[in-house]
């Protein structure tokens, strides 16, 4: 069995700042790992994933993040946030053999203006 | 074309009434799932599909029943609707067994019990 920790719940933070929100993971067995973000009154959509190789993994609009396996942590990070980044994010975990994937509680970034 | 669709959107009911989520995915996808997703936001599988089989089966209620009659279609029938049932049900799909899991999901359809 797997479980992904997000240890805040919400990350207020002033526009053109740096973010970072935080992600662990526990698991018996290899793991891919997602994150997943979420607007207002909307599904999730996918925003990055882990899955092998380089540990440092990149979206189109500028988030990034860093497998960890010593920390096992998959932390998310953006150098400059927007108002539009303001959702709810959520640090996911699959085993690579099992389709069952397991959220995170979830982290509710508030850009401020 | 909207790639997961949910019908309803909304769905307001009372106590004890008996009450269907529909969900199409035209992805060509073979897993399909639901999800719910309670007042805080947390996020908890309840089953999944594989090409109309069903693989994952968490601890629901034996109230909710899924159904799929093709590997495009996954509903989710509730019985005997109760107060604790209010929250977002998500529908999702994701290519199959072979995949890396990426999720792709429905709007949502928020179900409030009174």
């Known amino acids: 069995a797997q479980s992904v920790t997000q240890l805040d719940s919400q990350v207020p933070v002033f526009e053109e700042a740096p973010v970072e929100l935080r992600c662990n993971y526990s698991s018996s067995v290899s793991v891919y790992l997602f994150w997943y973000v979420q607007y207002p009154n909307q599904g999730l959509q996918l925003l990055l994933k882990?899955?092998?190789?380089?540990?440092l993994v990149e979206s189109i609009n500028g988030f990034e993040a860093e497998f960890n396996k010593s920390q096992t942590s998959f932390h998310l990070r953006k150098p400059s946030v927007h108002i539009s980044d303001t959702a709810e994010y959520f640090c996911?975990?699959?085993?690579?053999?099992?389709?069952?994937?397991?959220f995170g509680t979830g982290t509710k970034l508030q850009v401020i203006p | 074309d909207t790639a997961v669709s949910q019908t309803p959107k909304y769905l307001v009911t009372q106590m004890g009434n008996d009450k269907s989520i529909k969900c199409e995915q035209n992805l060509g996808h073979d897993t399909m799932y639901w999800y719910k997703q309670d007042s805080k936001k947390f996020l908890k599988i309840m089953f999944s599909?594989?090409?109309?089989?069903?693989?994952i089966n968490e601890t629901v209620p034996n109230r909710f029943s899924p159904k799929s009659p093709d590997k495009a279609h996954l509903n989710l029938h509730i019985n005997s609707l109760e107060l604790g049932d209010s929250a977002v049900y998500f529908c999702a799909s994701s290519p199959g067994r072979q995949s890396t899991g990426e999720l792709f999901f429905g709007e949502g359809s928020r179900l409030t019990v009174l």
């Open positions: 996911a975990a699959r085993p690579l053999h099992y389709q069952k994937v397991t």
């Open positions: 599909y594989n090409n109309k089989e069903l693989i």
């Open positions: 882990y899955l092998s190789g380089s540990t």
